[in-house]
C-alpha cells in the first residue's frame, strides 16, 4: 500500500521540455514511474525520447488526460506561469498536482489552491521535492535510490531533511515519502498526511518533521493526540536558529516564543510523539519505536 501515489499512478510533466523539466523526467522514469506524457501549449504534437521511453506532448492537461488517462501532474514551470499551470491542472480535474517550483509568489499560491480544493484537486507544494513510494512510483525530485519499499511513512517540510531520514532509515524502508514544502501557503499539510498512513496498513509507523516558523506543527500534535493510533516520531529543524531572524524558508518565520523548535517539540511531546533533537537522532527514535512494536504507540 501506500498514500497519494502507486504504480498504478499515470503522470503528467507540466514543463517537461524545460531544462529542469528533461532532467527530472529522466530520473523518475528510472524509477520506474509511469510518465505518460508532457504538457507545453507550444510544442503539443511532438514527443521527447528518454533513453527507451518515448514520452508525447500535450498542448494542456486535459488533453493529456483524455489521451492517457493520467490522474498526476508535476508542475516544473517558472514561479511566473506557475498559478495558470496549477488552474489549468485544477480545471481538467486531475487527482493530484505536484508542484515543485519554487519562489511563486503567495497571493498566486493563495489563489491556485483556492481553485485546486474547489476542483476537487490534492495539491502538494508549492516548493516542494514532491514524494515518492519506494519501489513504485516517485512524481518529483526526491532521489531514489536511497531508500527502499518499506514500513515508515514520513511528511516534512524540508526536503533536504526528507532525503537525510530516507537514508538513515534505508534497511527499514518507507511505504510513502511526502516533502509537503515549507511555504506560508501549502496544499497538502501534515494533518492530511497523518490521517493518509493512519489508514494505510502497511504504514507502521510515522516520521515528521517540521521546522521554525508558524504552527502547523502544533496543529499537527493536537491532530496526532486525538486521531492517531500509530507511533509517530518527530523532528524540527532549527534548534540553532538565532532569535528574531527570518531562516530559510519563507515560512520559517518566529515571533517570540511562538513558532519556535522549543515550543513545537513541547507541543509534539505532549501529544506522546517522541520527538529527536537532531535527524541522526530521530532516526535512532524510530529504530527503537519499531523495536518495541504497536505498544509503542502514544496514549
Given amino acids: ?41 507550444r510544442k503539443a504534437g511532438r514527443s521527447v525520447d528518454f533513453d527507451d521511453r518515448t514520452v508525447p506532448v500535450f498542448g494542456t492537461v486535459a488533453d493529456g488526460i483524455r489521451a492517457t488517462g493520467a490522474d498526476v501532474t508535476v508542475v516544473f514551470v517558472p514561479p511566473a506561469f506557475a498559478k495558470a499551470a496549477v488552474i489549468e491542472a485544477a480545471d481538467a480535474r486531475i487527482g493530484l498536482a505536484v508542484v515543485i517550483t519554487e ?8 489563489a491556485f489552491h483556492a481553485h485546486a480544493k474547489a476542483k476537487g484537486t490534492r ?38 531533511l526528507t532525503y537525510q531520514l530516507m537514508y538513515e532509515l ?18 497538502t499539510t501534515h494533518i492530511d498526511c497523518l ?16 521546522e521554525i516558523g ?34 530559510g524558508h519563507a515560512g520559517a518565520i518566529v515571533s517570540g516564543s511562538s513558532g519556535t523548535a522549543q515550543a513545537k517539540k513541547e507541543a509534539l511531546e ?16 524510530v529504530l527503537a519505536c519499531l523495536e518495541r512494536g504497536p505498544a509503542a504507540a502514544h496514549s
Fill in 103 to 110: 519562489g511563486i509568489p503567495v497571493h498566486d499560491s493563495v
Fill in 270 to 285: 505532549a501529544a506522546g510523539v517522541s520527538v529527536g533533537n537532531t535527524p541522526t537522532e530521530t532516526a535512532k527514535l
Fill in 214 to 247: 508558524g504552527d502547523a506543527e502544533e496543529r499537527a500534535a493536537a491532530y496526532v493526540r486525538e486521531h492517531v493510533t500509530k507511533p509517530v516520531v518527530g523532528y524540527i529543524a532549527g534548534f540553532t536558529a538565532p532569535e528574531g531572524r527570518t531562516m
Fill in 1 to 41: 500500500m501506500a498514500i497519494y501515489l502507486t504504480k498504478e499512478s499515470k503522470v503528467l510533466v507540466q514543463g517537461m521540455t524545460g531544462g529542469e523539466g528533461m532532467k527530472h523526467t529522466r530520473r523518475m522514469l528510472a524509477a520506474g514511474t509511469n510518465v505518460v506524457g508532457g504538457v507545453n501549449p
Fill in 195 to 210: 490521517a493518509a498512513f493512519e489508514d494505510d496498513p502497511d504504514t507502521e509507523l510515522i516520521v515528521l518533521i517540521g
Fill in 123 to 160: 495539491v502538494i507544494g508549492p516548493n516542494c521535492p514532491g514524494l515518492i513510494t519506494p519501489g513504485q512510483s516517485n512524481a518529483g525530485i526526491i532521489p531514489s535510490g536511497i531508500t527502499k519499499p518499506g514500513r515508515i511513512g514520513l511528511v516534512s517540510k524540508s526536503g533536504t
Fill in 170 to 187: 534505508r534497511d527499514i524502508g518507507f511505504s510513502t515519502c511526502v516533502g509537503i514544502g515549507g511555504d506560508p501557503v501549502v496544499g
